[in-house]
C-alpha cells in the first residue's frame, strides 16, 4: 500500500471524529464503509450520468421489467457494471429533507449496488445519524472527498477500501475473526498459492479466476488480485465468491464494485448447502473456512448429497464428524479445482490442527485424507505460530493442494514448521498478539519454493519475556530454541494399515449357589431394578412352584414406579412395565429351577476347561428329563462361567485344512483348531504402509516382530478387510505434524529441582512462623 492510499484511508476514516460518543467504536465501519462506497460510486458515475438519465426517460416509457430496464440501462453507462436513475447526489441533498433524500438517491442505484446498501443496514444508520443531528456533517465531509477514477484508480481504491475494512475489523475484534483474516496470513498463502505460476502470470493477455467459499470481507479476492496486478498490470483476474454472513457479504460485494469487478460472482448463501456456483470450476481458491463449527443444520443435505452422488458429487471420499466442518469446505474446493487438462488449479486453506489426525483407520476424516493423499493433490503444510487470529490462539495450518503438480513434487508433501516465525504485537488485538513480517512470509514462501527439506535451525529471534510477577525460580527450566524446519515425505508415509489383534478366549464355570443365584433375575437394563426390587419386597416369595404370590407386586406398584423412575431414569416405560409383570419374574423363577436342576447332576465344583460345558449340560439335561432354550442357556451359560486366564481356550472350531498360527489356525495333538477370541483382550496395530511389498508381507513381518514374542497365542484377524483394496486391514491416514518436529528437551537434573522444593519449603515455614509469632 503506498503513503498516498495510506493518506487517503486515514482522511476518510476521520469520519469517526464525527460519530464518536453518539456510536460505539464497533459501529464506526457500518457506516464509514457505505458512505466511502456511495462516493466512489457517485464520482464513476459521474461522466456517464447524464445519458443514464436520458436513457431512463425512455425506459420508463415502455414498462418493462426491472431486469429488462437495468440491461438497457447499462448499456448508457459506457461498460459500467452499475448505475443511478436518481437526479440527486451528495451534493443536492439539502439539510432539512436530507434523510429522506439520501434514501431516495440510493434507491436509484442498480439492483447490485443497492442490494449491498440494503445488507449493510444503512437505512438504520441514516434515521440513527439523522436523530444525531449528524447526518448532514457526514454527507458534507464525504462530499470533499474526490474518489474519482481520475484522481485514484480502482486498484488503488481498492487498496484504500482493505485499509478501512482493516481499520474496521480492528475497531471490532470481538468479531472480527469470524469474517476477517489478518493480512499477514492471507498475505503468506496468497503468495504460496500463486507463486508457483509467476511465469504465467507475467505473460500479456493472461486471464485467470480466484474463488474464495467463505468470503468474508474479501481479503483473500483482494489480495490474489493485488499479487497478480504487483506481477502484471494488464492480467485479468475474475473473482468469485460466496459468503454467509450478510454485512460481510455487503462489505465483499462493495470491495469489488469498487474493483471494477462483476459482483453478480459474489453470492450470498451456505457454500456447503447451496452452492450458488455449482457449475464453475476456478484456478486459483483461497479460504479461511471457520475452525470447529458443527454441520448440525444442514446435516441432511449434505449427507444426501454424500449418499446419492457419491463422487460424482462433492463429498464422495467420506464425511467428516458433525461437529467440525472443516474438511467439508477442503472437500468442497477440490471439486471446484480446474481439470489438470486445462491447466489444473491450486488451493490455498487454513485449517487448525484437527483435519491433521482426528478419526482413525475407516473414518470419514481418515478417508478424506486417504482421497487427498493417494490422489497426489497435497503439496505441502505450514504450521503456522499460534496467536495469529482475532479470535483464537490455538494452532493453525496452510494447506496448500494442487492438481497439477511439478514433477519433484510427484508423490511428495512439504511439512514446514514456522511456529516461531513472527514478532510480538505493541498492542494485542483481540486474540492476535503475533505477527509475521515480510522476512517471515519470505523465509516460508523461499523453501516451499525451492523444495527443500531444512535441518532444525536455530532464528535469529528474541526470548519470551517472563513475567516477573509472584516468585522467580533461581534455576528456571531453559527455554526451547526458535527453530525452523522443513522436511519431505512421501505421501504414502502418512498411511497405515489398522490389523486387529485377537488372543483366545479362557473361561471356567461353576455352578455354585451364588451364580446360581443370579439366573432369578434379568440379564441386562433390568438386573439391577430387579435386584433392588426383589430385595425390597421378594424376600418372602417361596421358590415352589405352588407359590401363587411370586412375583405379584400390585400391591407395592406405586412406590416402585417412583424408586425406579428415581434412581434407574435409563429405563423406559416398557422395561418398567416388565419389571411389574408377574410374568416376568415366574420366567426368571423358572431359569433358575433349572439351573439348580443342572447342578444337581454336574455338581458345584470348578472347572476350568469350558470345552467340556457343552456336553456336561447336554448330559444334565438329558438326565433331569429338562429343555432349554436358546434365552435359558445363554443366561445359565453367563451366569455360572467367567473368564480366567489360567483357563484352557475356547476351541471355536475344528479345521481339516492346513494350520496358520499368523491367522488364528493352532496345530494341536494333530488337530487344527480355531479359537474364540476374546473381546476384552482385542488389540489394534497400526502397520505402515510400504508399497514395495505386498500387505500380507508387510503385515505378518511386523506382527512376528512386534507382537508375537509378546503374547504368542495371539492372531491377525483376517476378516477385517479394508473396503476398498479388500487387503488384510484397514487403512488410515494422518499427518502427525508435531511428532515430525517434535525436539527432545531433557529435565532438569534432580539436584536442581530438589534444591528448589527445599527453598520452597524453608519459605513456607518462615512464612508460618511468622503468622504463629
Known amino acids: 500500500m503506498t ?12 469520519l469517526a471524529d464525527l460519530l464518536r460518543g453518539d456510536f460505539r467504536q464497533s459501529q464506526y465501519g457500518r457506516i464509514i464503509l457505505p458512505f466511502t462506497l456511495l462516493r466512489r460510486l457517485e464520482c464513476v458515475l459521474e461522466d456517464s450520468k447524464e445519458k443514464v438519465l436520458e436513457e431512463h426517460e425512455k425506459v420508463l416509457k415502455m414498462n418493462l421489467p426491472e431486469e429488462a430496464q437495468e440491461k438497457l440501462l447499462l448499456r448508457a453507462t459506457g461498460g459500467l457494471s452499475f448505475f443511478n436513475t436518481s437526479k440527486m447526489d451528495l451534493s443536492k441533498l439539502g439539510e432539512s429533507s436530507i434523510k429522506n433524500n439520501l434514501e431516495s438517491y440510493i434507491q436509484g442505484f442498480s439492483k447490485d449496488a443497492r442490494e449491498i446498501f440494503e445488507h449493510f443496514k444503512f437505512a438504520e444508520f441514516i434515521g440513527q445519524l439523522n436523530d444525531s443531528n449528524l447526518l448532514y456533517k457526514i454527507v458534507q465531509k464525504v462530499r470533499q472527498s474526490d474518489l474519482s477514477p481520475k484522481a485514484i484508480s480502482n486498484h488503488e481504491m481498492g487498496l484504500v477500501f482493505e485499509e478501512l475494512i482493516r481499520r474496521f475489523a480492528e475497531s471490532s475484534n470481538d468479531t472480527a475473526g469470524e469474517h476477517f483474516t489478518p493480512r499477514d496470513i492471507v498475505r503468506l498463502t496468497t503468495s504460496l498459492v500463486f507463486m508457483e505460476d509467476d511465469d504465467a502470470l507475467t505473460k500479456p493477455g493472461i486471464i485467470r479466476t480466484i474463488y474464495d467459499p467463505t468470503a468474508g470481507t474479501g481479503g483473500f479476492l483482494s489480495s490474489g488480485m493485488e499479487y497478480v496486478h504487483e506481477l502484471n498490470p494488464q492480467a485479468v483476474m475474475r473473482a468469485f465468491g460466496q459468503e454467509l454472513n450478510p454485512e460481510s457479504y455487503a462489505i465483499c460485494k462493495a ?14 448463501g451456505n457454500t456447503l448447502s447451496n452452492d450458488q456456483l455449482y457449475a464453475n470450476k476456478f484456478d ?41 466442518g472443516s474438511l467439508l469446505f477442503l472437500l468442497h474446493l477440490i471439486s471446484k479445482l480446474r481439470d489438470a487438462s486445462g491447466g489444473g488449479a491450486r488451493i490455498g486453506i487454513i485449517l487448525n490442527g484437527s483435519p491433521l489426525f482426528t478419526g482413525g483407520a475407516g473414518s470419514g476424516e481418515s478417508e478424506i485424507r486417504r482421497y487427498i493423499l493417494e490422489a497426489d493433490l497435497l503439496e505441502a503444510i505450514v504450521a503456522l505460530p499460534t496467536d495469529m487470529f482475532y479470535n483464537t490462539g490455538i494452532a493453525t495450518y496452510v494447506w496448500v493442494l494442487s492438481n497439477k503438480k511439478d514433477p519433484q513434487r510427484k508423490g511428495k508433501v512439504q511439512l514446514i514448521n514456522g511456529v516461531n516465525l513472527c514478532g510480538k504485537m ?12 515480510e522476512n517471515d512470509i519470505a523465509t516460508i514462501t523461499r523453501t516451499f519454493g525451492y523444495f527443500e527439506a531444512v535441518d532444525a535451525h536455530e532464528l535469529d529471534k528474541p526470548a519470551e519475556q517472563r513475567s516477573n510477577r509472584g516468585r522467580q525460580p533461581d534455576n528456571s527450566k531453559a527455554e526451547a530454541a526458535k527453530t525452523f524446519a522443513s522436511k519431505i515425505f512421501n505421501t504414502y508415509e502418512f498411511g497405515y494399515r489398522r490389523i486387529t489383534i485377537e488372543r483366545p478366549l479362557r473361561l471356567s464355570y461353576q455352578f455354585s449357589d451364588e451364580r446360581i443365584a443370579e439366573c432369578r433375575f434379568a440379564s441386562g437394563p433390568l438386573n439391577a431394578a430387579m435386584k433392588w426390587t426383589y430385595n425390597e419386597y421378594g424376600t418372602n416369595w417361596s421358590d415352589d412352584e405352588g407359590c401363587k404370590l411370586y412375583g405379584d407386586l400390585t400391591e407395592h406398584e406405586e412406590s ?29 423363577r423358572q431359569v433358575l429351577l433349572k439351573a439348580r436342576q443342572l447342578q444337581q447332576v454336574i ?14 449340560v447336554k448330559a444334565a439335561c438329558k438326565e433331569q428329563a429338562i429343555t432349554l432354550d436358546a434365552k435359558e442357556k445363554k443366561q445359565i451359560t453367563d451366569a455360572v462361567s467367567w473368564k480366567n486366564p489360567t483357563a484352557e481356550k475356547v476351541i471355536k472350531k475344528v479345521h481339516k485344512g492346513k494350520a496358520n498360527p499368523i491367522y488364528g489356525l ?12 476374546d473381546g476384552d483382550l482385542r488389540d489394534n496395530e497400526n502397520v505402515s504402509l510400504d508399497p514395495s511389498k505386498s500387505v500380507n508381507e508387510i503385515n505378518e513381518a511386523y506382527f512376528a516382530k512386534e507382537v508375537q514374542p509378546h503374547v504368542p497365542d495371539a492372531w491377525i484377524d483376517a476378516s477385517k478387510k479394508d473396503d476398498k483394496d479388500q487387503e488384510i486391514g484397514i487403512v488410515g491416514y494422518e499427518i502427525p505434524f508435531n511428532r515430525h518436529f517434535y525436539q527432545y528437551q531433557p529435565p532438569r537434573d534432580l539436584a536442581e529441582i530438589d534444591a528448589d522444593l527445599d527453598m520452597v519449603s524453608a519459605e513456607i515455614m518462615k512464612l508460618l ?5
Open 3 to 14: 503513503q498516498r492510499t495510506n493518506n487517503l484511508a486515514a482522511y476518510i476514516w476521520t
Open 255 to 268: 470491495d469489488m464494485l469498487i474493483k471494477g469487478q462483476d459482483v453478480s460472482n459474489i453470492k450470498l
Open 284 to 324: 486459483y481458491m483461497l479460504s479461511n473456512p471457520p475452525f470447529g463449527v458443527d454441520w448440525k443444520k444442514i446435516e441432511q443435505d449434505i449427507k444426501d448429497e454424500h449418499t446419492l452422488k457419491g463422487f460424482d458429487g462433492r463429498f464422495g471420499p467420506g464425511l467428516p464428524r458433525v461437529s467440525d
Open 426 to 437: 505493541r498492542k494485542s488485538l483481540g486474540s492476535k498478539r503475533n505477527v509475521m513480517d
Open 560 to 588: 416402585i414406579r417412583n424408586y425406579i423412575k428415581a434412581h434407574f431414569a435409563e429405563l423406559k416405560e416398557k422395561q418398567i412395565k416388565d419389571l411389574l409383570d408377574q410374568k416376568t419374574w415366574l420366567d426368571q
Open 603 to 616: 455338581g458345584a465344583a470348578q472347572y476350568d476347561d469350558m470345552n467340556g460345558f457343552e456336553d456336561a
Open 666 to 677: 493352532f496345530e494341536v495333538n494333530g488337530q487344527v483348531l480355531e479359537y474364540q477370541a
Open 769 to 773: 512462623q511468622e503468622v504463629h509469632s
